[in-house]
């Protein structure tokens, strides 16, 4: 039981991580049906970003979380801009296909200036406290990341639900041209969208890095794919269905690594994937039909 | 005059939908575009908004001419529409789509009171105001596009096929409202097959074959024209 618990316990801090991505990849797939496979490298920035500020200046763990959130909406709505906006009349397959390039530009760009080895943030960005709860473990670490995705997912709802912009944003998300009927600015909506997203993506980029403790340019594949398989478990498109594929996704993982077939974990959860396409493409919280993805 | 479109031309790819059509409104009337399906009626109407863009011709509202502008622009200078098919948004409430219809306007106190407005001539959308739009019945989802389209307070406002899979009673309604809406000063530029209804409340009408305009007067002298008996009133 308690092992169970401990699972658990590391399940939902890694699943929040890949709520926060998986948002992006919805919002995103909701407003323009792309599949924005940069979205990943986009956390690798936010990760570079605050290992910079963390390592260079004396500034706390706070402020570089938001200036890796800053930098990468900046990045997010540019890379829309200059990337699929030239695009939004094009075939779906040729944004996909810019995407993969922009996702591979961003990896190797960086690779070409900072090298491929592997960095980690310096002692003391955050405490190494553990607690321990009648056998659980819980690090200080894991608290600050359930608690900030928590605050960061309350803070997307509401701006979704009850903010104009936000509204916008659900109604160019499903009719286009009746929005631009309402005088909706659908590029500017679409950049927002991205700079929402985007801004997830670089608090889930600090993330990764301090859960795993280790940045190199490529580290935004494995959570970005995983996050993409969680947005499609949830239903593409869908907020709500995002956060409970991210964390059902972090849960399942951690579960499977937890009862000794730690090698199958990133094969386990391609398998959901491959199951949901099939049995409910979707997805858990999908209205019917749904395109393919 | 408020409005008028001059030897409008509008082409999907190859296909030519309208081949140069022309007509005026003036200000508070209510003028009806009459034709079969696949006439060009929504294109022309989509064309107004700023959704598609004329090959040639000129679009001209209020005096200035505003075929080169951007459909948010079209809704600021009074232009609102409530187009075919409701295109109303599903998930939101109805309250929601009622606030995205006034997206462009700051005053908030006026917005506010001008939804109030709405309600209270539709009161079936007041009751059920926080329901998602998806979960109305056709004519209430119709009830909701015109409000919709109410709350850009439009000095124009089009309507394309707001009759269109409506039971006759619910249509009786609809029109009624659209009649109200023009008495209380607003232009309407109606577009419809169900060309009975449509001339008459129209002041003036046009008929529309295939992208031309072949055929125009009050919305009685049309209504007894043979070629519109014959093709659009089933005698
Ligand atoms: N998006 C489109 N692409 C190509 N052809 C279109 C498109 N929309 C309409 N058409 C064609 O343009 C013509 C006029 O259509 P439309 O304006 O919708 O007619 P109406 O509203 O009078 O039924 C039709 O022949 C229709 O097939
Ligand atoms: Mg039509």
């Given amino acids: 039981m308690e092992r169970f618990l401990q699972q658990i316990v590391n399940g939902v801090s890694l699943g929040s991580i890949y709520a926060l991505i998986a948002l992006g ?30 390592t260079f200046t004396r500034l ?29 009349n094009s075939s779906r397959i040729a944004v996909l296909i810019t995407a993969i390039g922009v996702s591979l530009l961003l990896e190797y760009t960086l690779m070409y200036f900072v090298g491929a080895q592997t960095r980690s943030f310096r002692q003391g960005v955050l ?30 709802q509401f701006i979704v ?20 009927l309402m005088g909706i600015n659908v590029d500017r909506t679409i950049s927002f969208t991205f700079l929402l997203g985007s801004a997830l ?5 600090v993330m990764v890095g301090i859960y795993y403790n280790s940045i190199d340019p490529l580290m935004g594949m494995m959570p970005g794919l995983k996050a993409f398989v969680a947005a499609v478990f949830g239903g593409i498109g869908n907020i709500p269905g995002a956060m409970v594929g991210g964390l059902s996704i972090g849960v399942i993982e951690t579960l499977v690594a937890g009862y000794g077939a730690s090698l199958y974990r990133d094969a ?26 | 005059m408020i409005f008028e479109l001059q030897d409008l031309v509008v082409n999907y790819g190859v296909i030519r939908a309208l081949k140069g059509i022309s007509l005026q409104i003036d200000e508070g009337e209510i003028v009806t575009l009459i034709g079969a399906n696949g006439a060009g009626k929504s294109t022309t109407l989509r064309t107004i908004s700023g959704l598609i ?13 505003i075929t080169h502008q951007n459909a948010a622009k079209r809704v600021a200078a009074g232009i609102s529409q409530a187009p075919e098919g409701r295109r109303v948004f599903a998930e939101l409430t109805v309250t929601e ?9 700051k005053n908030k106190a006026e917005v506010r009171a001008d939804m109030e407005e709405v309600f209270g001539r539709f009161p079936i959308l007041a009751e059920r105001r926080k329901q998602p739009a998806g979960t109305l019945s056709g004519g209430e989802q119709q009830m909701l596009a015109i409000g919709r389209a109410l709350m850009a307070k439009p000095r124009m406002m089009l309507l394309d096929e707001p009759s269109l899979g409506l039971a006759p009673i619910v249509v009786k309604e609809i029109f009624a409202i659209i009649r109200e809406i023009n008495a209380a000063g607003t232009t309407i530029f109606l577009v419809e097959q169900n060309a009975r209804m449509a001339l008459k409340i129209a002041n003036r009408g046009y008929v529309l074959e295939t992208g031309t305009i072949t055929l125009t007067g009050t919305g009685d002298e049309l209504a007894a024209a043979d070629e519109v008996q014959r093709s659009y009133l089933g005698h």
């Fill in chain 1, 127 to 156: 405490p190494a406290t553990i607690y321990n709860i009648g056998g659980v473990r819980i690090s200080v670490q894991q608290i600050i990341i359930i608690l900030l995705s928590l605050v960061l997912m309350m803070l997307l």
């Fill in chain 1, 60 to 88: 706390g763990f706070i402020p570089a979380l938001l200036i890796s959130m800053v930098t990468c909406m900046c990045l997010g709505v540019i890379i829309e801009r200059v990337a699929y906006k030239p695009l939004r």
């Fill in chain 1, 201 to 205: 993506a670089g608090a889930a980029g």
């Fill in chain 1, 268 to 293: 386990a959860v391609f398998a959901i994937l491959i199951l949901v396409l099939i049995l409910k493409p979707s997805g858990l919280m999908g209205k019917g039909g749904g395109s393919k993805v």
């Fill in chain 2, 97 to 105: 789509n009622l606030e995205m219809g006034a997206f462009l306007r």
């Fill in chain 1, 25 to 54: 990849y919805t919002m995103v797939y909701g407003i323009i049906k792309l599949i924005n496979f940069a979205h990943g490298d986009v956390l690798m920035i936010g990760a570079f970003v605050s290992f910079a500020v963390t």
């Fill in chain 2, 53 to 65: 863009k004329p090959k040639s011709g000129k679009i001209v509202f209020d005096g200035a001419d």
């Fill in chain 1, 161 to 180: 639900r009850k903010t104009k912009q936000g509204k916008a944003m659900r109604a160019v998300s499903f009719d286009k041209e009746a929005a631009q």
